[in-house]
C-alpha cells in the first residue's frame, strides 16, 4: 500500500486527478474472488443516472473480514464484547471463533430456505450474534436490514413489508442501563401488522421466558446444534447489494438506502484504517449501536476488514455511573474510542471527576460522529478525556455515503467544532440555493460533486426516489441535507441541516414521521413538528399539535401524545416539547410556515421574519404567547 508514505494533501491529489488508478490500486486492500479491472462508472445526469464501481469484481465480505485473516491472525480476539452489567464477564471470540460463529449461523439461516438475494431483517440488542448474523448473511449473500431495537413493532413490521423480508432475527430480550427490552414481544406484535412474517430466530439472551409460536419460531441455540460449522462463502458481484439500512429523509416514510458489496467494504476498509490510523491488533471502539450505520461501518465491516480487534458493548455510556464508558476503556484498554457528542455533553455535565479517577493511558485517538460537535465538548474531550495527547477525529458522513466524507487524519491541523478536510476521492462544494457555486470563505449548501466507492446505490424498491431525494434540486450533483460554512483554510463546519430532518441525539428523525405518527392519534387534528435546541441531545422535537373539537388540550394529553408517538415509532421519537394550537401559520395556499414555528420553538421571537404571507397572523401572536419550555 503506499497510502501511509505520503503525505495527505498529496494522496489526495491523486484521488482526484487520476480515480481509475487510484481506485483499482486501493482495491487492493480486499481479496477478490475475480479482481475488478474497472473502477467507477456513473453518471448522475437525470438522462444517463447510474453508479457502479469495480463492476466486474467478485468477492464475499465475510471472506474479507474472517476468512484471509485466519492464517496470520486466527486466535487474535476479533470481537470483544462488554456487557451491560460490569459485574458480568465479559466475551472474546478470536478470528477463528468468529469463522466458527458465523458459518453457523449462516447455516441455519440456509436451513430455514434463506439464498442469495433474500432479505433478511435483524432486530437485535448489542450481542455478539447481532455480528454474527450481519457476517452471516454477508456470507451467503443474503441482503441484511438491520431494525434498531429500540423501534417499535409498527416501525419494524413497516420495513420489513417494505423490503419484502419474511425472516427476522431477533434476542428475547435486549438489556440496557440495567432495563430489559422486550424484542421478542414486539416482534410478536409485528407480526400481527405484517402478516409476511414467516420466520423468527430468537437469539437467547437473557433467559427471558417468552412466547414461541410452532412453524414460525425457531431458538437458535437448538438450530445451531444441528448444523455444521463449515460454510462457504457465497462469490458476489462487487455490485450486488450486501445491505439496505432504514433512514430518514424530509419527507416520507423511511427510505431503505441500498449498499454495495465491493465499493462499501472498500469505503468501510479505507476509511476505518486511514482516519483511525488503526494498527492491529489494538482495540477499537465505536460506542454506536448495530443498528445504525455508525455501527455497521464501524463497529463490523470496517474494522473486521482490517483485522482488528473491534469491541461491542451492549449498555449506556453513563450507568451505573458516569465513569462507565471510561472504565471500560480500562477494563480492555482502549486505544481508539469513537463515540457521538450527545454522549460527551451528557457525561460533561456530571463532572470531570467520573472522568479523572479512571487511568485512560491506552487511548491514543479519539473520535466524534452522528452530528456537529460543538467547541466546548470538543475542548473537554480532547482535553480532560484525552489529557491533550489524543487527537480528535471529527468525522462528517451520512447512512448514505457508507463511510466517513469530511474528516481529519491523525496528523493534521485540528480546529475544534471543524470536520476539516474532503476524504480522499470526495470533492465537495458549496452551493447557494439558486445552486451557484460559493467560492472561497463561504457558508451554502453542501453538496458533492462526483461519485465515490461508498456511496448507496439505491432506494430499496423506489429508484425514482434515490434521484428525486439527492439529485433533484441541484442537478448533477450529489445533495448532502447539510449546510456548511468553509474558512480561509478551506476548512469546512458542518452547521447542521437544511432540510425538514432533526437530528436528536445523533439519531436522524424525520419531523414528517413524526407528524403523522401524531395525526394518528383520535385527538390530533393537525401536527407540525420542528427542531429546537437542546443542550445535551444537540436537537430536541418540538411539536405543534391542533386538537379535534370537542378535545381537552390538558397536561394529560401531553403525556398521552409523548407515549403514543414512544409506542409509534420508538422512545428516541418522543417530543420534548407539545404546544397546543388553535391554528397552525400558514400562507394562503394553505402550506404550514415552518420557519416560523421553528423560530418560535427556538424561543427567538423577535425576528420572525416576513409573516406577511400569513392567511391568519393572529394565530402567530397566538403561538409566541403560549410556547412551552421542554420537559
Ligand atoms: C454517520 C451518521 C447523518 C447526518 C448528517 C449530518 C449529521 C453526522 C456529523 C454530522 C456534523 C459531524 N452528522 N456526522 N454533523 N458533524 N461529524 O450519523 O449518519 O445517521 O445518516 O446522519 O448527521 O447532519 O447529514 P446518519
Not at 448444523?227 to 462469490?235: F, S, W
Not at 462499501?264 to 465505536?286: G, I, K, M, N, S
Not at 400562507?587 to 424561543?603: F, Q
Amino acid at each position: 500500500m503506499t497510502l501511509t508514505d505520503q503525505s495527505r494533501a498529496e494522496t489526495y491529489a491523486r484521488s482526484l486527478a487520476d480515480p481509475d488508478a487510484f481506485w483499482l490500486d486501493q482495491a487492493q486492500r480486499l481479496d477478490w474472488i475475480t479482481a475488478p479491472t474497472k473502477a467507477g462508472d456513473w453518471s448522475f445526469d437525470e438522462k444517463d443516472f447510474h453508479v457502479r464501481w469495480f463492476d466486474d469484481g467478485v468477492l464475499n465480505v465475510s471472506a474479507n473480514c474472517i476468512d484471509r485473516h485466519l492464517e496470520s491472525r486466527a486466535d487474535q480476539v476479533a470481537i470483544v464484547w462488554e456487557p451491560d452489567d460490569p459485574a458480568e464477564d465479559p466475551r472474546r471470540y478470536t478470528y477463528a471463533e468468529l469463522h466458527r460463529e458465523v458459518c453457523r449461523f449462516a447455516n441455519v439461516l440456509k436451513a430455514r430456505g434463506v439464498a442469495k438475494g433474500d432479505r433478511v431483517t435483524i432486530y437485535m440488542p448489542m450481542i455478539p450474534e447481532a455480528a454474527f448474523a450481519l457476517l452471516a448473511c454477508a456470507r451467503i449473500g443474503a441482503v441484511h436490514s438491520v431494525v434498531f431495537g429500540g423501534f417499535s413493532a409498527d416501525a419494524l413490521a413497516n420495513r420489513m413489508e417494505d423490503c419484502g423480508s419474511s425472516v427476522v432475527v431477533t434476542a428475547d430480550e435486549g438489556r440496557r442501563g440495567g432495563k430489559r427490552v422486550a424484542l421478542k414481544a414486539c416482534v410478536d406484535e409485528a407480526a400481527q401488522i405484517f402478516a409476511g412474517i414467516e420466520t423468527v430466530i430468537v437469539v437467547r439472551a437473557t433467559g427471558a421466558d417468552v412466547a414461541m409460536q410452532d412453524g414460525r419460531d425457531v431458538w437458535y441455540d437448538d438450530a445451531a446444534a444441528t448444523v455444521d460449522t463449515d460454510c462457504a462463502p457465497e462469490p458476489m458481484a462487487a455490485e450486488d447489494p450486501l445491505f439496505i439500512l432504514y433512514t430518514s429523509g424530509s419527507t416520507g416514510k423511511p427510505k431503505g438506502v441500498v449498499h454495495s458489496t465491493g465499493g462499501y467494504l472498500l469505503w468501510a476498509a479505507l476509511t476505518h484504517q486511514t482516519v483511525f490510523d488503526y494498527r492491529a491488533p489494538e482495540v477499537f471502539w465505536c460506542a454506536a449501536d448495530v443498528g445504525w450505520v455508525t455501527g455497521h461501518s464501524y463497529i463490523v465491516y470496517g474494522p473486521l476488514a482490517n483485522g482488528a480487534t473491534t469491541l461491542m458493548y451492549e449498555g449506556v455510556p453513563n450507568w451505573p455511573t458516569a465513569s462507565r464508558i471510561w472504565e471500560v476503556v480500562d477494563r480492555h484498554q482502549v486505544a481508539t474510542l469513537y463515540t457521538a457528542p450527545t454522549a460527551l455533553r451528557a457525561l460533561m455535565k456530571e463532572g470531570d471527576d467520573f472522568v479523572t479517577r479512571t487511568s485512560r493511558k491506552s487511548l491514543r485517538l479519539l473520535g466524534s460522529v452522528g452530528e456537529p460537535i460543538n467547541p466546548e465538548a470538543w475542548r473537554w474531550y480532547h482535553d480532560i478525556v484525552g489529557e491533550g495527547r489524543c487527537p480528535v477525529m471529527d468525522t462528517w458522513w451520512q447512512t448514505e455515503t457508507g463511510g466517513h466524507m469530511i474528516t481529519p487524519t491523525p496528523d493534521m491541523m485540528l480546529k475544534p467544532g471543524s470536520a476539516t478536510l474532503p476524504f480522499y476521492g470526495i470533492e465537495p462544494k458549496l452551493l447557494d440555493g439558486d445552486g451557484r457555486e460559493l467560492t472561497g470563505e463561504a457558508e451554502g449548501n453542501l453538496v458533492i460533486m462526483r461519485s465515490w466507492p461508498g456511496q448507496m446505490r439505491g432506494v430499496w424498491g423506489d429508484e425514482q426516489r434515490h434521484f428525486e431525494t439527492y439529485f433533484r434540486t441541484f442537478p448533477g450533483v450529489y445533495t448532502t441535507g447539510d449546510g456548511a460554512r468553509r474558512d480561509a483554510d478551506g476548512y469546512y463546519w458542518i452547521t447542521g441541516r437544511v432540510d425538514d430532518v432533526i437530528n436528536v441525539s445523533g439519531h436522524r428523525m424525520g419531523t414528517a414521521e413524526v407528524e403523522s405518527a401524531l395525526v394518528l392519534h383520535t385527538a390530533v387534528a393537525e401536527a407540525a413538528v420542528v427542531g429546537m435546541p437542546h443542550d445535551v441531545k444537540g436537537q430536541g422535537i418540538y411539536a405543534y399539535v391542533t386538537v379535534n373539537a370537542g378535545v381537552d388540550a390538558d397536561d394529560a394529553l401531553v403525556k398521552t401524545l409523548r407515549d403514543w408517538v414512544r409506542h409509534e415509532i420508538g422512545p428516541i421519537a418522543t417530543p420534548d416539547a407539545i404546544q397546543f394550537a388553535p391554528g397552525l401559520p400558514k400562507t394562503r395556499s394553505g402550506k404550514i410556515m415552518r420557519r416560523i414555528l421553528r423560530k418560535i420553538a427556538e424561543g427567538d421571537v423577535s425576528s420572525l421574519g416576513d409573516t406577511s404571507t400569513l392567511a391568519d397572523p393572529e394565530v402567530v401572536e397566538h403561538l409566541v404567547a403560549n410556547r412551552v419550555s421542554s420537559g
